[in-house]
């Protein structure tokens, strides 16, 4: 059926002062920086959710999160601006590497924690928690998962997927911790119960002071750094990095670098670092 005219989308333009009001807030509150050429990004996003708001202007949307004049209306900006893709097993190399290390007899012994700081919608922490279910052997283990974006924590909480997604999950991994859906669910899986009761979703802001997180073993913050500027890199590795314990390691994303951030980082290879 055609929809009524008033139906179609309106499209809501943003100069350059509107713009630059929405990526200094952007970089203030996440450390992202939305270069100008994103301002189609911005709108494709946002767009909606002014006229959702029966917001007429971006100066008007700016003005109401400013003075909170909508309940979470910040929280709600950050979910639509952040990216968020992510994959299970993406970046292999990196879970090939925790296999190994969760297998040294050490970690075999005594509680091993793990912290995945940008969790996006839960692949990479559910992939990290199958190898650390299926390597350590024993049930003495510990996921954080946290991100700034609440909506996709709130995914990564339910672990509700496409098969689809499921296709880089080695087949014993999917057979042992996935439940497939049947009924109204064909066409999905779901991560099991096994894994679960060792993850904690928790909504964390790198660039805010960090809560109270006890030490972790190894730090997965991957495909985040790249979209902060050289400062705000530098700071939230700084406040990252204190919650390694001496001799754990800290990984990042392959096209990611920590040469030249801090001195007591050892590269182990290219985004594997183990803090000395
Ligand atoms: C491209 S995704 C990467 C996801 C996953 N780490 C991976 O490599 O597949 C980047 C994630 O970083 C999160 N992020 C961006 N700024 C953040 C901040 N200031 N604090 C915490 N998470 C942040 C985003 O919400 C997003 O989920």
Request: aromatic share 10%; net charge neutral.
């Amino acid at each position: 059926m055609t929809p009524a005219i008033s139906e179609y989308p309106v499209s809501i333009a943003i100069d350059d002062q509107e713009f630059k009001q929405f990526q200094q807030l952007l970089l203030e509150k996440t450390g992202i920086f939305l270069s100008p050429v994103k301002k189609p990004l911005l709108t494709g996003r946002l767009n909606r959710r002014l006229r959702e708001l029966g917001v007429r202007s971006y100066a008007d949307y700016y003005r109401a999160i400013v003075l909170e004049e909508f309940p979470d209306e910040l929280q709600i900006l950050i979910n639509c601006l952040t990216t968020n893709e992510t994959a299970f097993f993406r970046e292999p190399r990196h879970f090939d590497f925790l296999r190994d290390l969760c297998g040294r007899p050490e970690f075999l012994k005594r509680m091993v924690r793990v912290w995945c700081a940008a969790a996006s919608s839960g692949e990479e922490p559910y992939s990290i928690a199958m190898v650390l279910a299926d390597t350590l052997r024993h049930d003495n283990w510990e996921l954080i998962a946290s991100d700034v974006n609440s909506e996709v924590l709130d995914q990564a909480r339910v672990g509700y997927y496409a098969l689809q997604r499921g296709a880089d999950i080695p087949k014993h991994y999917l057979q042992r911790y996935c439940l497939k859906g049947v009924g109204q669910h064909a066409g999905a899986f779901v991560i099991g119960p096994e894994l679960r009761g060792n993850i904690r979703f928790q909504r964390i802001n790198l660039v805010e002071p960090l809560p109270a997180l006890g030490q972790f073993d190894v730090i997965f913050l991957r495909n985040a750094l790249i979209y902060f500027p050289a400062d705000i890199k530098l700071h939230v590795i700084e406040q990252t990095r204190r919650f390694l314990k001496l001799g754990g390691h800290f990984i990042v994303g392959h096209s990611e670098t920590l040469l030249g951030t801090v001195s007591d980082f050892k590269p182990v290879s290219p985004s594997i670092y183990r803090r000395i």
